[in-house]
Antibody
Framework: QLQLQESGPGLVKPSETLSLTCTVS??????????WGWIRQPPGKGLEWIGS???????FYNPSLKSRVTTSVDTSKNQFSLKLTSLTAADTAVYYC??????????????????WGQGTLVTVSS | EIVMTQSPATLSVSPGERATLSCRAS??????LAWYQQKPGQTPRLLIY???TRATGIPARFSGSGSGTEFTLTISSLQSEDFAVYYC???????????FGGGTKVEIK
């Protein structure tokens, strides 16, 4: 059964860069059938898609975060990563990684997320 | 950006009763809509995709309907484990942005 696990610091200072890694087990990240995504959830609030990446390195970002987001993939380690720069308190959230279903015909399209990692709380504070 | 609006924000239902949750899109998303369930302190779980297809292992009491801009998630007979927050998500706007609704909390009446 596929499992995803986020890792990274729980506390980051304002203006700094957040780096998170998602380790995938029970399956290969090197698959043409899925993207790998990041979603966040501020405490007590709803869900926000951050971005997604294909095993080949193709990336897709939420336009509202695009200027601050970078994702990467390391197929040798079965991991993908997120970097978010210029942090503010508004970036405090639980960050989830998830597998994203895709369809490739007639055009590539990212769809729903399943399964999700258990999430990691990131607090932005000095 | 396609805005997803869920209503009501909170739904109070007695166990065994039917629950009907609504999700409205600011523009048509065809049938490109998913529903998730999130229990307190837990990760979201996929319930429905393609507006009406149940994900693997999801009980038949969960059903989804709708297309275009109006969608409904129905729980036919609420069980104790169904009290949670439910989110809809559109994926019609790829690759511009995926967006989620604000959620509906289903609580015990």
């Amino acid at each position: 059964q596929l499992q995803l696990q986020e890792s990274g610091p729980g506390l980051v200072k304002p203006s700094e860069t957040l780096s998170l890694t998602c380790t995938v087990s029970g399956g290969s990240i090197r698959t043409s059938s899925y993207y790998w995504g990041w979603i966040r959830q501020p405490p007590g609030k709803g869900l926000e898609w951050i971005g997604s990446i294909y095993y080949s390195g193709s990336t897709f970002y939420n336009p509202s975060l695009k200027s601050r987001v970078t994702t990467s993939v390391d197929t040798s380690k079965n991991q993908f990563s997120l970097k978010l720069t210029s942090l503010t308190a508004a970036d405090t959230a639980v960050y989830y990684c998830a597998r994203q279903d895709i369809v490739l015909i007639p055009a590539a399209m990212g769809r729903w997320f399943d399964p999700w990692g258990q999430g990691t709380l990131v607090t932005v504070s000095s | 950006e396609i805005v997803m609006t869920q209503s009501p924000a909170t739904l109070s239902v007695s166990p065994g009763e039917r629950a009907t949750l609504s999700c409205r899109a600011s523009q048509s998303v065809s049938s490109n809509l998913a529903w998730y369930q999130q229990k307190p302190g837990q990760t979201p779980r996929l319930l429905i995709y393609g507006a009406s297809t149940r994900a693997t292992g999801i009980p038949a009491r969960f059903s989804g309907s709708g297309s275009g801009t109006e969608f409904t998630l129905t729980i036919s007979s609420l069980q104790s484990e169904d009290f949670a927050v439910y989110y809809c998500q559109q994926y019609n706007n790829w690759p511009r942005a995926l967006t989620f609704g604000g959620g509906t909390k289903v609580e015990i009446k």
